[in-house]
């Protein structure tokens, strides 16, 4: 059974940073897409970033480019979002994601597996 834990999120003032991590474990996903998703409360979950397997490839929603970047371990079995320049408007639950490709994240918006999810809240 595949198991995404979420780390790092909390609270932090409009234009400061922080690094997200997710962890893996039950399996290596070495050959998955992973990504992040984020929801607000009363609104839909939305894709934010994206990475292939080999990280070769990267997606990104128009309202984080430039401030975020994804990355991968894969010795780890880690994923990691770097969120630089956060705005209020980044508020929201923070959901770490894999699917067996990349398609499957940025078309299908349907995942195999789902993190439980931390909490990001930028402050005035």
């Known amino acids: 059974q595949v198991q995404l834990t979420e780390s790092g999120g909390g609270l932090v003032q409009a234009g400061g940073s922080l690094r997200l991590s997710c962890a893996a474990s039950?399996?290596?996903?070495?050959?998955?897409?992973m990504g992040w998703f984020r929801q607000v409360p009363g609104k839909e979950r939305e894709l934010v970033a994206v990475i292939n397997w080999n990280g070769g490839y990267t997606y990104y929603a128009d309202s984080v480019k430039g401030r975020f970047t994804i990355s991968r371990e894969k010795a780890r079995n880690t994923l990691y979002l770097q969120l630089n320049s956060l705005k209020r408007e980044d508020t929201a639950v923070y959901y770490c994601?894999?699917?067996?490709?990349?398609?499957?994240?940025?078309?299908?918006?349907?995942?195999?597996?789902w993190g439980q999810g931390t909490q990001v809240t930028v402050s005035s």
């Open positions: 994601a894999a699917g067996q490709n990349t398609g499957v994240l940025v078309i299908q918006r349907s995942p195999d597996y």
């Open positions: 039950g399996r290596n996903l070495i050959s998955y897409a």
